[in-house]
T-cell receptor
Framework: DAKTTQPPSMDCAEGRAANLPCNHS???????VYWYRQIHSQGPQYIIH???NNETNEMASLIITEDRKSSTLILPHATLRDTAVYYC???????????FGQGTELSVKP | GAVVSQHPSWVICKSGTSVKIECRSL??????MFWYRQFPKQSLMLMAT?????????EQGVEKDKFLINHASLTLSTLTVTSAHPEDSSFYIC??????????????????FGPGTRLTVT
């Protein structure tokens, strides 16, 4: 599976959009981009995933660049409860084993 | 949504004893379950993948004789840490995914994580 690079930490003001970048320059054509998050001392939670097209669900939007070498997770209106570590994972096996990197620690501030 | 539970949520044991951690999918059938461990301020590390009715597949560097995994039913997997030592103290997290046909009540394309079990070995 391709390696991902994320900034170690980010801050966001409550109510504003949080844009979390992920670099995956070695991604293969059949690899998916997944995003999970982990709130302190809890199990991770699935957010969204995509292959080529941008995706949106009730939690977030995923924007994948045309060359697929990077992506951005967007939380449209961040709340304090969105404070967590966000992991971007690239995998060919949908729903299969996940190799977690270090993630981005997002702090949403009032 | 699909819910995964773990029991116990925390456990303290003495060095040399064995500890069993249960992972259950409460409202769906999980053909595949995964076990991770997480040390403080570190990311999750995948330990093994287990499919119902077959032997678990362990990641490189994980001792299969020390971390015994059993996946006897579609809703239950157990992890037994044998002869635990202080360095085994960690946060153990399981996850599960639904079946391929989509009729199990959960998606095949995402993993549902349990709340984790904190193990402290004294």
């Amino acid at each position: 599976d391709a390696k991902t690079t994320q900034p170690p930490s980010m801050d966001c003001a409550e109510g504003r959009a949080a844009n979390l970048p992920c670099n995956h320059s070695t991604i293969s054509g059949n690899e998916y981009v997944y995003w999970y998050r982990q709130i302190h001392s809890q199990g991770p939670q699935y957010i969204i995933h995509g292959l080529k097209n941008n995706e949106t669900n009730e939690m977030a939007s995923l924007i994948i660049t045309e060359d697929r070498k990077s992506s951005t997770l967007i939380l449209p209106h961040a709340t304090l409860r969105d404070t967590a570590v966000y992991y971007c994972i690239v995998t060919v096996d949908q729903g299969g084993k996940l190799i977690f990197g270090q993630g981005t620690e997002l702090s949403v501030k009032p | 949504g699909a819910v995964v539970s773990q029991h116990p949520s925390w456990v303290i044991c003495k060095s040399g004893t064995s500890v069993k951690i249960e992972c259950r999918s409460l409202d769906f059938q999980a053909t595949t379950m995964f076990w991770y461990r997480q040390f403080p301020k570190q990311s999750l590390m995948l330990m093994a993948t287990s499919n119902e009715g077959s032997k678990a597949t362990y990641e490189q560097g994980v001792e299969k004789d020390k971390f015994l995994i059993n996946h006897a039913s579609l809703t239950l997997s157990t992890l037994t840490v044998t002869s635990a030592h202080p360095e085994d103290s960690s946060f153990y997290i399981c996850s599960a995914r639904g079946g391929w046909t989509g009729t199990s009540g959960a998606s095949f394309y995402e993993q549902y994580f349990g709340p984790g079990t904190r193990l402290t070995v004294t």
